[in-house]
């Protein structure tokens, strides 16, 4: 538990970094205790994905596809319409609508350690258009037209990850919630204000093409009262939901597997290949794995923050940054239960010195209901946690603060004076530096296409990014809602001094 005078120094909104480094503790090797398979890779190459990651709260217990095999032996003598590298949320999306369209495709899923335990079975369990307050900037860089494509592009992702859930009766506890953006500074409220004034203004003339979902703002003592939090200066809010990702993305996985995708867990692959001589079959790609090669006529990279591992042409251009993520599950000392209003909310706290923090609760009903989730403050970490692909490891001075970040969100009265931390955890995402995803073909590389890096954000892109990917693997082109601005072209387009004020 932490002392109170230090928790009222962080609620009103005091550098956490310089709180946190007294600790001086750096990451550590910490982690629940997991059950190795015989056949897990026990590979350790750099910017792949590490043999030990930290177990996350969603993957307790392990899903039945965890380690699935569609085949008991890798199929290397096989030449596939399609080879998917990574089985998060890009490549299970892609996969299934890719079978849902065409159920004659041959389709091979490689994944370097079990089903989805990457980054979208690690995250903070939001599923929310947390951009919105980007839009100005969207339009400023690209013009209105595109700026607006962006934005409905996030909403009606998030809209179509919500109906996919209802469709298929997918047991992830995914519960709409009022989401909010909370302020602990003026200055970073009022920026708040000042773009939802302006996405109204755009409302009124293109009522068609503004993201449709309201924000509405609490300010002041009206804030602290809805949130019965007393140091904030306001918030906004709007309509999110939250989940868990991990069995949401399974049951996409699912769904493949039952119109014939063939899934390989425990099989990384470590580099690509042209097929260089003439094939009958139409092989252009080879890919090695630790468990032999495979080919296929087209390659699908789903893999985030591993991307420059497998492709140097990527790594060359700078513009795909990794970097660890980390996550807590805690739970506070008093009962929730009699206060459904202010622990059935998801959160965001753009504004702490610590960097982004953002929340979630779980549901009454589901497995853990009244955990706590909380992730973010990467920003006091020197490094900012960026250019790793480590998730073996949590930064110790993260978990401090995470642990005592959760009791100042919700109050002091509403939580009780003592936390159980339940577990900490870490996920490799993947940045861009103009803060938007990577979709499309790979230049210069036939029959390779790639979605990768959601910046964080693969709730809200990554689902819809497959749907335009897969017209454009198929049909020739993007979609017309697509923005033009997630190509994967603009990796080797955009320069150093543009990418730094993006």
Not at 379 to 399: F, R
Request: aromatic share 8%; hydrophobic share 35%.
């Amino acid at each position: 538990m932490w002392s109170t005078s230090l928790l009222s120094t962080l609620a009103v909104g005091s550098s956490l970094a310089s709180i946190a480094s007294s600790f001086a503790i750096g990451p550590q090797a910490r982690h629940s205790a997991r059950t190795e398979k015989p056949d897990e890779p026990k590979l350790l190459i750099r910017g792949l994905p590490v043999p030990n990651p930290t177990e996350a709260y969603w993957q307790d217990p392990p899903h039945r596809i965890a380690n699935h095999r569609t085949t008991t032996e890798l199929p290397t003598s096989e030449t596939f319409d399609y080879v998917i590298i990574g089985s998060g949320i890009s490549g299970a999306a892609t996969a299934q609508k890719l079978l849902t369209r065409d159920p004659s495709l041959s389709i091979l899923m490689l994944e370097a350690r079990t089903a989805a335990s990457g980054a979208t079975g690690r995250n903070g369990g939001h599923c929310r258009p947390g951009s919105w307050k980007s839009i100005k900037k969207w339009v400023d860089a690209y013009g209105e037209d595109e700026g607006l494509r962006i934005g409905r592009m996030e909403q009606d992702c998030v809209n179509d990850v919500r109906d996919f859930v209802h469709a298929h009766n997918v047991s992830s506890d995914f519960t709409d919630v009022e989401s909010s953006d909370v302020y602990w500074t003026r200055e970073a409220f009022e920026a708040a204000l000042e773009v939802v004034e302006y996405q109204r203004e755009l409302e009124a003339r293109r009522p068609d093409d503004v993201p449709k979902n309201k924000r509405t703002v609490y300010k002041g003592q009206e804030a602290r009262d809805h949130w019965q939090w007393p140091e904030i200066v306001g918030a906004v809010t709007f309509t999110a939901h939250t989940q868990n990702p991990y069995h949401t993305v399974c049951a996409m996985l699912q769904i493949g597997l039952a119109k014939g995708l063939n899934l390989q867990t425990n099989t990384m692959a470590l580099s690509l290949a042209h097929v260089t001589e003439k094939s009958e079959d139409g092989a252009k790609w080879s890919v090695k794995t630790n468990r032999g090669t495979v080919r296929g006529k087209r390659v699908v990279l789903a893999t985030n923050g591993f991307t420059n591992a497998l492709h140097p042409g990527f790594a060359s251009t700078n513009f795909l940054v990794p970097g660890r993520s980390q996550v807590a599950a805690v739970h506070p000392e008093a009962d929730t239960s009699d206060n459904s209003v202010v622990f059935q909310r998801s959160n965001s706290y753009p504004d702490l010195h610590s960097g982004n923090n953002y929340i979630v609760a779980r549901p009454p009903g589901s497995k853990g209901a009244g955990d706590i989730v909380i992730g973010g403050s990467s920003g006091i970490s020197p490094t900012k946690e960026a250019n790793t692909t480590d998730d073996s490891i949590v930064n110790e001075q993260i978990a401090t603060v995470l642990h005592g970040a959760a009791r100042i969100a919700y109050g002091y009265k509403n939580w009780g004076e003592s936390t159980t931390v339940i577990q900490d955890w870490a996920g490799i995402t993947c940045d861009t530096q103009d803060g938007l995803p990577v979709v499309g073909d790979v230049p210069g590389d036939d029959g390779l296409w790639a979605i990768v890096c959601m910046n964080g954000h693969g709730m809200a892109w990554a689902y819809r990014s497959a749907e335009a990917l897969v017209d454009m693997m198929t049909v020739g082109e993007a979609p017309e809602w697509f923005p033009n601005a997630f190509r994967a072209q603009r990796a080797w387009e955009v320069k150093d001094d543009v990418k730094s004020e993006l």
